[in-house]
C-alpha cells in the first residue's frame, strides 16, 4: 500500500516497484490524498484551472493501471493544504485494517521536495502505521520512505550537465529535490526491465508533461528509472546492514518466491 500527496508522486517514487509486484500477482492498492488541483496545467493537456483536479485524478487512475495498481483512493485533501490531524491519520488507519498489507510506502520525512503536503502525508503515514502496528494482528510489518540517494543525484547532476539537459535539482527551485544519504537507504530496487512502464506512468500525467519525463532523452532511462530507492522506518534501518533489493525482500524464500 502506498501513501502519496499528489497524483504524480507514486510514478516517481514506486512506479518500477508497483509494476514489478503486481506482475507476481502482489496486490497494491495507492492511497492519494489530494487530487493535484494546484498543480501545473501543461499545454495541449485540455484542463482548465477548474477541472485540473478531476483530469489528474483521471490521469492518476490511468498511470496507475501502467502498472498494474486499479485500486486508487482519493481522499480528497485541498492541493497545497493538507495537514496533519486526526481524521486525515483515521483515513489511513482505515485503509491499513481493511487491506492489511505487509508493506506500506509514503515519502522519507522532508517529502524528497520539502512540499508541505508531502511532509505531512510522510508524518501521518507513519503516525497511521505505529498505530495500525500498536492494535496488532493483520498490521503492516514494514514502512518503507522514497528517497534519493545522494549519489543517485550527484550522478544525474553530472551526466545531465555533461548532455546539457535541465538540472535535476536547481538549487535556486525552492521545490527541487533532496537527497538522502547514501547510508540511510536500505533498500534498493533493481527494476531495469519495468523501466518503460515506469515511463509510461510518468507519461501518463499529461498534465505534469512539462516535468523532467518530458526531457529526459531514452538512454538516461535506465539510470533515472531503473532504481528506486528507498530508507526502512520499520524495522529500523542500520547503518551498514545488506542492502535489500526489492521491497517484498523479507517475503521472499530461496528461490526468490514471495511467501
Ligand atoms: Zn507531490
Redesign the pocket.
Known sequence: MCV???P??EAYTVAGSLAKLTDEGIPATVLCFTR?EAGMIADGSGATRETLGEVREGELRAACKTVGVTDVRIVGTPDGGTAVTPDNIEAIVGAIRELRPRVVVTMEPE?V?R?P??IAVSAMTTDAFAIARDAGDGAPSRLYYGAIPASFLDALMTESRRLGLPSFADPDDPLAPRSAPDSSIACVADVPRWVDRKAEALRAHRTQATEMIAWLPEELYAQVLGAEAFQRRWPDHVPGAPMEDDLFAAFRDESGTVR
Request: proline content about 0%; charged content about 25%.
Open positions: 502519496f500527496a499528489h504524480d508522486d493535484g517529502g521536495t512540499h503536503d508531502h
